[in-house]
């Protein structure tokens, strides 16, 4: 069937669309030079992925020269399509600063781009280090784990913390917009939000997962243990790019457990080391070490008019 179209009002929808187009300059910095492309960066995790947990994400033997013949490629591999989208994020970043100006360093910024790739490889087996303990935080912590193989293959808290300390190592080396795609893109995947600045010790936990939010400035110890629908959040974000650099989320001690749907928000509140947190809480002040907060215990009303108090024991004797 043949198509029917209107020459003129489609002549007019495409000039009508491009006059927006100059109106509206701040979001378009692209036109002048090409943006990262998200889907290379997505597959390019998944070439991380691959790097951190040998064995796990291809189909490639991980044993003598063909483990080291696969790890040489993909780090190759690697390199070569990092450097080029860090090209493209590092072009719009000094196109934002200096609009054309970006053209006559096309060189430079090359330059830096692999160099920032070498320095973010580099970093592999410090990443590897920390997700073996998140791995290990998880199978100590998860009585319904039958291996370390089913953690990493399905588990999304260890999926999401993967991504973030990938984009986390990148965030650190003042690499503009790629952590970010990164870290949505877990979120996308496991509904766990981690912003790739957020600075995470050894032995982290996120048990299920769904709904936790951790923002910018969080920093949290290790041994941490954190449940489903738990925010690390900020007070308010009125004062907007004033607060660029401020510390706007809590900072979260050694061997802390945070149960479900609990908030925990402002840049000046520290959780202490050994403190347990109770499900729905919402905490806006410092708790002091070995700590156990929990909400006013609920009242239950029954069908047949009574009402019983539901006690709530977190396991942990505290102050």
């Excluded at 493209?88 to 360093?105: D, G, H, P, R, V």
């Excluded at 957020?198 to 951790?214: E, K, L």
């Excluded at 007070?235 to 607060?243: E, I, V």
């Amino acid at each position: 069937m043949p198509r029917l179209l209107d020459k003129q009002r489609i002549d007019r929808i495409v000039m009508e669309t491009i006059d927006s187009y100059k109106e509206q300059t701040s979001i378009l910095p692209h036109i002048q030079c090409p943006m990262p492309d998200r889907e290379v960066i997505i597959n390019l995790s998944k070439q991380l992925r691959q790097l951190i947990f040998p064995g796990y994400f291809n189909r490639h033997a991980c044993r003598g020269e063909i483990m080291n013949y696969h790890t040489g490629e993909l780090v190759v591999n690697i390199h070569e399509i990092l450097t080029e989208q860090l090209v493209f994020a590092l072009s719009l970043q000094e196109y934002s600063k200096a609009k054309a100006e970006n053209i006559c360093k096309r060189d430079a910024i090359q330059k830096k781009a692999s160099e920032i790739s070498y320095v973010f490889l580099e970093k592999i087996p410090k990443i590897r280090e920390f997700l073996a303990t998140d791995v290990e935080a998880a199978f100590q912590g998860d009585p319904a784990a039958t291996g370390k193989e089913e953690i990493i293959f399905s588990y999304p808290g260890i999926f999401a913390v993967s991504i973030h300390r990938l984009a986390h190592e990148l965030y650190l080396l003042s690499v503009p917009l790629i952590p970010r795609i990164l870290s949505e893109y877990a979120h996308n995947v496991t509904g766990i939000d981690i912003h790739p600045g957020a600075t995470i010790g050894r032995y982290f936990f996120i048990d299920h997962g769904t709904g936790v939010v951790i923002g910018e400035t969080t920093h949290i110890g290790e041994n941490v243990k954190i449940y489903q629908g738990v925010t690390l959040g900020a007070l308010s974000t009125r004062g907007g790019q004033s607060l660029r650099g401020v510390k706007r989320h809590p900072t979260i001690e050694d061997n802390v457990t945070v149960y479900s749907g609990s908030s925990i928000l402002g840049g000046e509140t520290v959780i202490g080391k050994d403190a347990v947190i109770g499900s729905n809480a919402f905490i806006t002040k410092s708790v002091p070490a070995g700590t156990k907060v929990s909400i006013k215990n609920p009242e239950l009303v029954f069908k047949d008019g009574t009402a019983k108090e539901l006690k709530v024991d977190y396991g942990v004797n505290g102050k």
